[in-house]
């Protein structure tokens, strides 16, 4: 049994602190909105580029990669994509990890970044020295990380994952009898031990946004709404999860929002994937799940401060310049590329067997 005294503690109230300092890009609206966007979709062409946005962004960035046939989604199929897109230059409008994950998947091409400035509280309370320090500690376990996290840090794990895959690589190493070593969300974590029963020794971080969504609030807030399905990202608190319709991942809430037959669904994830739910199933009604409210404890307010500061003029000047670009250690990034390719290596496994499974079920 491992004690508390033998999991790291970090400053999260620093790391709030932190959030809150953060100035946020300039919202533009009107004609000087309109010249931003005809300014940057000229240089993407120019620049050979490709822009890739987080669902969590703002609408004009999420906007823009649609309409310029780049992408919107999570973090690794941002990377994905920008690998596969013929593109010479990936621009990343998200965080700093994203824009990391993305150059370790790419590191023939040039990644950049609207800013580099744009931090994730996860990476934040999970820095490498004390990180490298707990896995010596313990070197019986299996290191799993969150995608959330630095490249040196995806260096020292033997598995990165996402929130779409988490449970089911865990179940995976828990059936081979292997013990975990988790980083650094510590809902998400225990949701995923709770799911799969497996022996998971969880580093105590979290994510801000999602820290701070109120089971009383919720519940409340469910009794004005009894037509709503609640949607709940793994990383919001275990009492809030307890009363999800549906758990998953941003990509997975959006399917959800297109599968229920709900009217109104109550969101408990950053309040930047409404962009995509209205698109995927418009006529419905998006509600922010509640947050401990402007004044109270909440930092973010059900939307993360570091995204906020993407914006189109920060976009326009990336472009223009070819600045904010991304940069990482070769021998960390080839360290970093083995536990993400086993993720990937996985992924592409569970598909094939699915199709196959299909093929045996509906012969031709």
Known sequence: ????????????????????????????????????IVRIKKLLQERDAVLVAHYYVDDDLQMLADETGG?????????????????????????RFMGETAKILNPEKRVLMPTL???????????????????????????????????????RADWVVTSSIATRVIQHLHERGEKILWAPDRFLGS??????????????GSCIVHDEFKAEELKKLRAKHPQAAVLVHPESPGDVIAQADVVGSTTQIIQAATELDNPTFIVATDKGIFYKMKQAAPGK???????????????????CPWMAMNG??????????????????????????VS?????????????????EANIASPS
């Not at 995923?192 to 580093?203: E, F, H, I, R």
């Not at 976009?315 to 080839?334: M, R, S, W």
């Open 312 to 337: 189109l003029e920060n976009l326009g000047t990336t472009l223009e310049n070819l600045d904010n670009e991304v940069h990482i250690d070769p021998d960390i990034g080839q360290q970093a590329m």
């Open 117 to 155: 400035k744009a931090e994730c509280s996860l990476d934040l309370s999970c820095p490498v020295d004390a990180f490298n320090t707990f896995c010596d500690a313990h070197p019986e376990r299996t290191v799993v990380v969150y995608a959330n996290t630095s490249a040196a840090v995806k260096a």
């Open 191 to 204: 949701y995923v031990q709770k799911v799969t029963g497996a022996d998971m020794l969880l580093w105590q």
């Open 71 to 95: 992408c919107v989604a999570d973090s690794l199929e941002m990377a994905r994509f920008g690998h596969d897109h013929p593109a010479t230059t990936v621009v990343v409008a998200g965080v």
């Open 1 to 36: 049994m491992v004690s508390a005294e033998q999991i790291p503690v970090f400053d999260e109230d620093a790391i709030r602190q932190q959030a809150l300092l953060t100035p946020p890009a300039t919202h533009l609206t009107g004609a000087r909105r309109d010249a931003q």
């Open 340 to 356: 993400l390719t086993r993720m990937l290596d996985f992924a592409a496994s569970e598909n094939k067997s699915a199709i196959g």
């Open 285 to 303: 009604t998006f509600i922010e799940a509640p947050t401990g409210g402007v004044g109270a404890s909440c930092g973010s307010c059900a939307h």
